[in-house]
């Protein structure tokens, strides 16, 4: 589970499902029984609104700044080509790289593009706290299911 938070920060690793896989693996391994499959249906549901939510809220966040879905694709594959062309960094480079300049092409406008790419990546930044916050409460619902059990 401290993985998948890991991978919160870290987009190389899938935070929330590492963080659910490690839940579902204790409840199966110790046999399930009630209040353990109480926990992985928790976890489960937590899994499905918190990966909804961390996409659907910032990009409705960054369109509502103008910035159109093609400029969001766009990020994503430059921040997955950044992450194979440049070690480490990468994948902010190429996303933020990408965004700028779909914006800039849309735009015509240095200033105007960049501004529009600062409302993405708080839109960006939003995603991760709501991914944080969900692996967070799958932890401690995880947690209590332990202690109760």
Known sequence: MVVGIAGVVVPVLPGLFLVWAAGIVWVWLDGGGAARIVVGVLLTGLLIVGTVAK????ARSATGAGAPRTTLLLGAVGGIAGFFLIPVVGVVVGGVGAVY?????????PGTAWRSTWAVLRAVGIGMLIELATAVLMLGTWTVGVLLT
């Open 55 to 58: 996409y659907v809220l910032p």
């Open 101 to 109: 300049l779909a914006e800039l092409v849309r735009l015509q406008n």
